[in-house]
């Protein structure tokens, strides 16, 4: 019955769509000059449903796609390993401890200002100081010092050796790089007085929840990029946006770092049939899930059961085939198995309705006098889902969740709210149950494990659950282990942990989307979800 209801849905779009394609065709031409003038301009203009926001790049308000254009890293992690960036080279000692990097010496800033070890120095020690913020970076807390050792050589000293040290260096943000000059009181904590990176792109005008534009970079160490104008704009997600493509006023949508896409499948089906536009999409980059709070006592969503029957109540091979429309695949465990150590032997959980039920009935949650909803010592079976507002296809799941799990007893009430807000409702625990996804490819599974003991991102999720101290000693163990067979034992040991508690329900494994114009060259993607490539795109 929910199968049909949702290919209900889908074709009611669809007829809407069609008619919608209809009416704009009157102005087809205009349409046509206005994508002709972008592409001669090399200009991208993309869809947002969200605002840039503050820049800082040692902050974490800011779009990472926009962050990404502007500011860079030592090093990059790519398909082949770490490799070089504003580093050259870098040598690890014996213990580990000490990183010695040789910075490139043909790099300014934006505004001029020479890149060397001391702007590297001022950089990280601007992050170390605001250290409370980025305790979910376990780097973070070992960093011991930054010392110069020449002019373009600088040494990173920790307090004990870390396997992952060059993995998180590499990431979007914080150990990004900004122009001394734009530090605001000599550091970033407090704000920042500009933007200035490294980066191919310069960001040169923002107007708050409306648009953002940036500018190709023509002093840019790795030479000035083909796209000489990039411009994020801020659209509703859904039919805004999709009317916004097929008018030319955008031309340009990914999947954001969130995981949520401007338009649902089968929108950019109907521009790629058009004949106008191309999609292309990346491996598998992250898994999608259902976050649940472990920590709230009296909250029927603490009890492992309830989490466990929540689990067995998806059926996941329905959204991966109806509503993703074989977009994504199946996940059954937090990451896949193509994750580093993630090759894990775990409990299956498949969708299954009466196991949902029995387990439920056996803990007590009983369904008396023809009640919907199941009770226990007086206390329904009711709990809150929230998902991102601007992600159709969040909001999609969730309404077919709550219908699932009304089968089995269980109240869902479901809310949709601003992704800053949702993050908010994360780092306090506010929450029962919310949508959110792995870190990605590249950075796991060491960055989404360390945050399970952060507050701002993943402590009210895994403190709550029987074993929590065990866990949380397996973790930091875990990221100092040198030993490689260790680390393997003690990964595995970890999501054994967090599989049997049933705290990270997963949905989906998901990856970057884009829809562009056909005359768009050379599109591709990074070994993160965070960021595109927008320096190598180029215009026929």
Known sequence: MLVKKFKLVSLIFLVLSILFACSAEKSNSKKKEGADSTNSAKELVYASSKDINDMNPHLYTGSMPA????????????????????????????????????????VKFHDGEPFNAEAVKKNIEAVQNNAEKHAWIKLSTKIESVNIVDAYTVELVLSEAYYPTLVELSMTRPYVFLSPKDFKNGGTKDGVNGFNGTGPYILTKHKTDEYATFKANENYWGGPPEIKKITSKVLPAG???????????????????????????????QLVDSGDYQLVRSEPMNTKMIVANSSKAENPVSETVVREAIWYSIDRETISKDLFNGTETVAQTLFSSNVNYANVDLKNRGYDLEEAKEILEESGWAAKDGSDVRTKDGKKLAMKLYYDSNSSSQKTQAEFIQASVKEIGIQLEIIGEESTSIANRRSTGDYDLLFNQTWGLAYDPQSTISAFTSEASYLHTTSGIANSDELYKKIDEVMVS?????????YADILKIVHEEAVFIPISNGSVTVVAPKSLKDISFKQTQFELPFELMNFE
């Open 67 to 106: 962050q990404g254009m502007v500011y860079e890293s030592l090093v990059e992690n790519t398909e082949d390993g770490i490799k070089p960036l504003l580093a050259e080279s870098w040598k690890i000692s014996e213990d580990g401890k000490v990183y010695t990097f040789h910075l490139r010496e043909d």
């Open 482 to 490: 040198p030993d490689e067979k260790k680390r393997k034992s003690l």
């Open 239 to 269: 039919e805004t946006t999709f009317l916004a493509l097929q008018k030319g006023e955008v031309n340009f949508v990914f999947t954001d770092d969130r995981g949520a896409d401007s338009l649902d499948v089968e929108a950019m089906n």
